[in-house]
């Protein structure tokens, strides 16, 4: 199974900030090669969309915010982590990240919903459009590509996470 449909199957309204897109064309970031070109195709079949962040908008001060000015006490972020806190503090949405040393402390302050790949890949496996041999597949294929998913398995997640 394709680990980009998994994702279409899960949810309906994906949407990727255009700063997490612009980081996935970075040299420096090996380890996502191949990335850009899934969520191309999946943008040209209208099954995720890009959204931008209007300058002036609420979700852009809060960037800027993120980015650039944080509060006293926080730190900077990078780009692709402040947009997808500002798209979906400003939206309602949900954030999909594995990098949750930079994002916590704002999930927490604004009360957002996040999701890890291993939540997504349990979500699928609950629902049934992967079982655990296909699950262990691709974690593996994603730790080869020196993703970060914090367990050497899926059976390793699936049994620190269970709630």
């Given at each position: 199974m394709d680990e980009e449909n998994i994702l279409t199957k899960l949810f309906s309204d994906i949407i990727i900030p255009k700063e997490v897109y612009d980081e996935l064309s970075h040299p420096g970031l090996n380890r996502l090669k191949g990335m850009k070109e899934q969520i191309d195709v999946l943008i040209s079949q209208n099954q995720i969309q890009l959204m931008h962040i209007e300058y002036g908008s609420e979700a852009y001060r809060l960037y800027e915010q993120l980015s650039r000015y944080p509060k006293k006490g926080h730190k900077v972020i990078g780009k692709g982590e402040a947009s997808a806190i500002s798209l979906a503090k400003t939206n309602n949405g949900i954030i999909a990240s594995n990098n949750l040393k930079d994002i916590m402390s704002y999930v927490d302050e604004y009360n957002l919903e996040y999701l890890t790949t291993g939540d997504i890949m349990k979500m699928a496996l609950e629902k049934g459009y992967i079982n655990?041999?296909?699950g262990e597949?691709?974690?593996?294929?994603?730790?080869?590509?020196?993703?970060?998913?914090?367990?050497p398995t899926f059976s390793d997640f699936l049994k620190k996470n269970t709630k």
């Open positions: 655990i041999e296909q597949k691709i974690w593996s294929d994603m730790l080869n590509k020196r993703r970060k998913l914090g367990y």
